[in-house]
């Protein structure tokens, strides 16, 4: 197996310049688990359409809100190093990378909460929807960390 992939050359691929591979992948890799997790309760609600109330929605929204806001703050700013400006200044910065994250763990925590009592405690017919929601948010969150921390952001300044 290892044979055959060796043979594959990536590098011709404008995507996978020369030592820019880590970055087009992560990015791929992240988007890839976004769009998994968004499919996941887009099938959970479609199979199973009387099941999936539109309030559950809420908690993909806020994960999606969430994977922005984590992503929207360089290393850079965090650190105090590029960030000088606005208001707060790099304290900003870190807030708001801090709120960022406690929507997303917010959201993980509301779709178990919803999976737990609205799907298995209450004894459902189809438990897919709720594990659906689940899927989503944990989907969302993965991509989230994946995209903020599997990036080189060195390349950039």
Request: proline share 1%; net charge neutral.
């Amino acid at each position: 197996m290892a044979s055959c992939l060796e043979n594959i050359q990536v590098s011709s691929c404008i995507w996978f310049g020369a030592g820019e591979k880590r970055n087009g992948l992560v990015s791929m890799l992240a988007g890839t688990l976004f769009f998994m997790g968004w499919w996941f309760i887009i099938d959970a609600t479609a199979k199973y359409p009387d099941s999936v109330q539109n309030a559950y929605h809420v908690c993909g929204v806020f994960g999606t809100v969430s994977l922005l806001m984590v992503n929207t703050v360089t290393n850079a700013q965090i650190r105090g190093d590029a960030y000088d400006g606005g208001c707060l200044g790099a304290r900003g910065a870190r807030m708001w990378l801090f709120f960022g994250f406690v929507m997303g763990f917010s959201a993980v925590i509301a779709a178990c909460w919803i999976l737990f009592s609205d799907f298995i405690t209450n004894g459902a017919l189809h438990y897919w929807p709720g594990v659906g929601l689940f899927l989503q948010n944990v989907f969302i969150f993965l991509g989230s960390l994946t995209y903020k921390f599997g990036r080189s952001e060195d390349q950039w300044g």
